[in-house]
């Protein structure tokens, strides 16, 4: 079993949707979670960071971790054919890129 | 404009060889990172360096090897050893302490492909 579980999708929602993206994972330590938005044939880039539980917001972008279910999302308010990528979700028990583990990556499509 | 860059986009081996992907960054950042990415599989470690000449094998190092005889370079060279490297490779840099709130910055990648 993987430490952390992503659904690779491919998920595909009009435009004006709210998507939820969501990983789960078997590490109790982890204290440190993350989403990266990676667009085709490009880098990834950070969207979102958490620490702990809790919710954090950022214009459309809400991330929300219950470590008491080890499970993380990723939600995004009124969606855009711009947010047509695949993302991320990475985690850590420790600071340091080196000990980061990622999940395999869902594709999101929105469609006008 | 500061930032990674990896080089070439697209590289293509034979059976037998190995062959060297770039990686420099002029954003000052201590450590480097190269990591495989595969369809359904995440993000994996394969070698990372905190400082220059010191460095240290991730998760799936075999068949990999790299040197970092300068800050803003971290060159990676897949051996022949490595049976199955066809894969998107990155690159990514972060200061050495980094906390989860400094972004690790990643570069464009380079896919390689067997053939």
């Known amino acids: 079993q993987k430490e952390v579980e992503q659904d690779p999708g491919p998920l595909s929602v009009p435009e004006g949707a709210i998507v939820s993206l969501n990983c789960t994972y078997s590490?109790?330590?982890?204290?440190?979670f993350m989403w990266y938005r990676q667009y085709s044939r490009k880098g990834p880039e950070l969207l979102m960071y958490?620490?702990?539980?809790g919710n954090k917001e950022d214009g459309r972008f809400t991330a929300q971790v219950d470590k008491s279910s080890k499970y993380i999302s990723l939600f995004i308010r009124d969606s855009q054919p711009s947010d047509s990528a695949t993302y991320l979700c990475?985690?850590?028990?420790?600071?340091?890129?080196?000990?980061?583990?990622f999940g395999a990556g869902t594709r999101l499509a929105v469609h006008p | 404009d500061g930032g990674i860059t990896q080089s070439p986009k697209y590289l293509f081996r034979k059976e037998g060889q190995n062959v060297t992907l770039s990686c420099e960054q002029n954003?000052?950042?201590?450590?480097m990172y190269w990591y495989q990415q595969d369809p359904g599989q995440g993000l994996r470690l394969i070698y990372y360096?905190?400082?220059?000449?010191?460095?240290q094998k991730g998760d799936i190092a075999e068949g990999y090897s790299v040197s970092r005889e300068k800050k803003e370079s971290f060159p990676l060279t897949v051996t022949s050893a490595q049976k199955n490297p066809t894969a998107f490779y990155l690159c990514?840099?972060?200061?050495?302490?980094?906390?989860?709130?400094?972004?690790?910055?990643f570069g464009q990648g380079t896919r390689l492909t067997v053939v």
């Open positions: 990514a840099s972060s200061p050495l302490k980094a906390l989860m709130n400094t972004e690790a910055f």
């Open positions: 590490n109790s330590a982890f204290q440190y």
């Open positions: 958490t620490y702990s539980s």
């Open positions: 990475a985690m850590t028990n420790s600071g340091g890129y080196n000990k980061l583990i």
């Open positions: 954003l000052n950042h201590d450590a």
């Open positions: 360096s905190q400082i220059v000449n010191d460095f």
